[in-house]
Every structure is written in structure tokens, then in C-alpha cells.
């Protein structure tokens, strides 16, 4: 395996890293600050009133998104491997 291959595979695992990452990370986001904004509104200071609907929600994105980022982790990690081989 040349430098150039390896370049190449350390730049998509990065890039592969982001996009399994971004949709739980924008919905939690999303509704830490939608809470966020009600709780501030309301002057509720609970803090499980933050973290509860946001778990809620990130496992649900993860449910609903699994399938598609699980395909493409296995995809590349099968152009990894038959590279390597």
C-alpha cells in the first residue's frame, strides 16, 4: 500500500466519520435548543427536562438513519479491505 492509498483512506474514514456523526449530532442540537428556549422561557430549571427529550430524540434519528449510515460504514470498510488484499 502506497502513501497515496493510505492518504486517500485516512481522508474518506474522516469524511465517512462526519456523516455518521452529523444527523445525531444536528437533532440534538435542534432540540437542546428548542428546549433550551422553553425551559429559559418558563424558568424551569430541571435539568432532566433538557436531557430527556433529547435522547429521545437522537435515538430515534439513530433508528431511523441506522440502516443507511451502518451500509455505508460496511461499504467502506469493504473497499478497505479489498485494497488491502
Same mark, same amino acid.
Given at each position: 500500500?502506497?502513501? +497515496?492509498?493510505?492518504?486517500?483512506? &485516512?481522508? $474518506?474514514?474522516?469524511?465517512?466519520?462526519?456523516?455518521? /456523526?452529523?444527523?445525531? &449530532?444536528?437533532? +440534538? =442540537? =435542534?432540540?437542546? &435548543?428548542?428546549?433550551? /428556549?422553553? %425551559?429559559? /422561557? @418558563?424558568?424551569?430549571?430541571?435539568? @432532566?427536562? =433538557?436531557?430527556?427529550?433529547?435522547?429521545?430524540?437522537?435515538?430515534? @434519528?439513530?433508528?431511523?438513519?441506522?440502516?443507511?449510515? %451502518? $451500509?455505508?460504514?460496511?461499504?467502506? @470498510?469493504?473497499?478497505?479491505? +479489498?485494497?488491502?488484499?
Amino acid at each position: 500500500m502506497d502513501g +497515496g492509498l493510505l492518504a486517500d483512506f &485516512l481522508y $474518506e474514514a474522516c469524511l465517512l466519520a462526519l456523516i455518521l /456523526a452529523a444527523p445525531a &449530532l444536528a437533532v +440534538g =442540537v =435542534v432540540v437542546g &435548543l428548542v428546549v433550551g /428556549a422553553f %425551559a429559559a /422561557a @418558563t424558568h424551569i430549571q430541571d435539568p @432532566t427536562l =433538557v436531557f430527556v427529550p433529547k435522547l429521545v430524540a437522537v435515538v430515534g @434519528t439513530l433508528l431511523a438513519t441506522g440502516s443507511l449510515l %451502518a $451500509e455505508r460504514l460496511v461499504r467502506f @470498510t469493504r473497499d478497505v479491505m +479489498g485494497a488491502l488484499s
